[in-house]
């Protein structure tokens, strides 16, 4: 039997109407649905577990896929169970490095599709399925038509294509998506920081089954704000399996490169389930055949972190990393909140309080948090609590868009608080410019090349005009839920463009980890590559000035005149073909004197028109 909601006189049109909205977790391994009744957020379960796998089988005796434990039944069938789709959302196919089992179909620079014996099933179409079956359940569970929308938790590294499918998905499972929250701010938010301090920063680490996530957070008279976040999308609790599957075969002195992909998802399983037995004893007796090839030992918590100490050590390289772009030592953390089930092994905990010299939050279930959290923020955008928190996440990395030279201006720095957004002017190269390509780009680099592209936008009816007059007001706008919109105006006319980024691939591998490092490991020479391209474009209009000058007022220099000014136009043309700095300083140093005098030539003429025909008397 259900309980009614309860409103006050005069609160509600209909006092018997009920509102629900759900809290989702889609994860890579596992999923969960959560909701806010009678004031407490609590997960839905599916019989005796809240975990619904993230599995979708599309086998050939149904039209129906099945999804969860169904599906996951069906395992050994590698082609058409799909497991960790979230891994593929929003990644081209040339993106896509990580070992998997399945046959892709679609070209490299798009998001490819499953090959399935039901046809080809994209990653957003498997994750459909598993919003759905998470809201089917939830509406059993509720009143009919009680729900309003959900909030759904991505990881805080997800870039604009991958939150983007996100919402496609979502939108196909025919959900109402009220936000996307990243998930260590979901986790803060279950563990109801608020109600315990009126401030304090809190380190979120988030250690999933394909995803690891760090955040810092500060709370601060209501408002939580994202100060830096980090991590990697392609490291969890699956890469300590395959560690700890490897390191079996090798103990069987067997090469892991000759063993094949059945045999090794067989051991991945089998290292999973010693992994969960360490987490409630010290020891495990491991008693198996790999290729053929007996294998029997004991194996401990202490050899189970010297064999996975490669994913432990890039999970707190990564928090010092936030530590830092965050300004702060870690003695300056109020607490270090843990999430995620990989987060349950002692070996993880253990470390993590080393390395802080803390002993972690993690009373709340690691397997649920986020959940919770999601239904505490949903819950509060459907019935606009006052009481809730003003959640501030920040922009992964950082936005901006090509200028002359193939240089990065950035608009929008990473790390900045979201929602958000940012407007700056810029000009024509070139006289009579009627149109203008915007490049929007994101990365830590200087230059193009070095960053990463999501974008191209034409502004066209620039009215014609000389170099340098033309106002164009570029606005770089991001919503609550990380979508970028950017927008292009020449203010003397009013013509407008815009463009809704939604890039068809995400970053790879890779790229997550590289690009905001890059701007670190290369700052000198990126500063160096700036300083000349910057000098190269400065002379390049200066180049471009002297030559339409010529051409309009040349006769007002003698022969002698006109003959030096070429020269050394031409010696500032070698110097930057040249690339190197100090050349074209000094050519353009050079340049310098007769350009001057050919302005103030050109000025002196332009002040005797000015006053021809009038008479002293005229002042």
Not at 103 to 130: C, N, R, W, Y
Not at 348 to 357: G, S
Not at 491 to 504: A, D
């Amino acid at each position: 039997m259900s309980l009614l909601q309860i409103s006050e006189p005069n609160q509600s049109k209909n006092p018997h109407q009920h509102r629900f909205a759900l809290g989702i977790d889609l994860g890579t391994t596992h999923s969960l649905v959560g909701v806010v009744r009678s004031g407490k957020a609590q997960v839905l379960p599916f019989d005796d577990t809240p975990l619904l796998p993230s599995v979708v089988y599309y086998g050939d005796q149904s039209d129906t896929p099945l999804t969860g434990k169904q599906a996951l039944a069906f395992a050994d069938d590698t082609a058409n169970t799909i497991i960790s789709a979230k891994r593929f959302m929003g990644r081209a196919r040339s993106d896509i490095k990580f070992s998997h089992p399945y046959t892709l179909s679609g070209d490299d620079a798009t998001m490819p599709a499953f090959v399935t014996a039901q046809g080809e099933k994209s990653p957003v179409e498997t994750s459909a399925h598993i919003l759905n079956r998470l809201y089917r359940h939830a509406a059993a569970a509720l009143p009919n038509d009680s729900i309003q929308g959900a909030v759904i938790t991505v990881p805080a590294y997800f870039d604009d294509a991958q939150r983007t499918a996100t919402k496609d998905a979502a939108t196909a499972a025919g959900l109402t998506v009220l936000r996307l929250l990243n998930e260590p701010t979901a986790a803060a938010i279950a563990y109801g920081l608020d109600k315990a301090t009126n401030h304090g920063t809190y380190l979120v680490y988030d250690l999933g089954g394909g995803t690891f996530d760090v955040s810092i957070l500060r709370l601060s008279d209501g408002v939580f704000e994202v100060l830096a976040t980090g991590g990697n999308s392609a490291l969890g609790g699956d890469d300590i399996d395959r560690l700890l599957a490897n390191w079996l075969i090798k103990q069987a002195n067997l090469d892991p490169a000759q063993i094949d992909n059945s045999e090794k998802s067989r051991l991945a399983k089998l290292a999973k389930n010693y992994k969960q037995a360490l987490t409630d004893t010290d020891s495990v007796t491991v008693d198996t055949t790999i290729a053929g090839t007996p294998l029997s030992l004991q194996l401990d918590n202490q050899t189970l972190s010297q064999i996975i100490e490669p994913v432990i050590r890039r999970t707190l390289q990564a928090c010092e990393q936030v530590l830092l772009d965050a300004k702060l030592d870690k003695s300056a953390l109020n607490d270090v909140i843990l999430v995620g089930g990989s987060t349950r092994m002692p070996v993880i905990i253990r470390a993590v309080e080393a390395h802080f010299n803390r002993a972690p939050l993690c009373s709340i279930n690691p397997d649920e948090v986020v959940a919770l959290g999601a239904s505490i923020a949903a819950d509060q955008l459907i019935n606009k609590k006052g009481d809730g928190l003003l959640l501030l996440d920040v922009t992964p990395l950082s936005l901006g868009l090509e200028t002359m030279g193939g240089l990065v201006e950035v608009i929008i720095p990473r790390n900045t608080p979201i929602p958000v957004a940012r407007r700056q002017t810029f000009t024509t190269h070139q006289d009579g410019q009627t149109g203008m390509i915007v490049h929007v780009v994101q990365g830590e680099r200087d230059t193009v090349a070095d960053c990463r592209s999501l974008a191209r936008f034409e502004l066209y009816s620039i009215p014609p005009m000389k170099a340098g007059l033309a106002r164009i007001e570029v606005t770089f706008s991001i919503d609550a839920n990380g979508q970028l919109t950017v927008s292009a105006e020449e203010t003397t006319t009013g013509v407008k463009s815009h463009i809704e980024v939604n890039p068809s691939y995400g970053l790879t591998e890779a790229q997550q980890e590289q690009l905001l490092m890059a701007g670190f490991t290369h700052a000198n020479e990126d500063k160096k590559a700036r300083m000349l391209i910057e000098a190269k474009v400065e002379a390049d209009r200066e180049l471009i000035a002297l030559t339409s000058a010529l051409a309009e007022f040349g006769a007002l220099l003698s022969d002698d005149e006109q003959a030096t000014l070429q020269v050394l136009m031409n010696g500032v043309r070698e110097a930057i073909d040249s690339n190197d700095k100090a050349v074209l300083d000094d050519a353009v140093a050079k340049l310098k004197p007769a350009s001057d005098h050919f302005a103030s030539v050109i000025m002196d003429k332009n002040v005797k028109d000015a006053l021809a025909g009038t008479r002293t008397s005229d002042w």
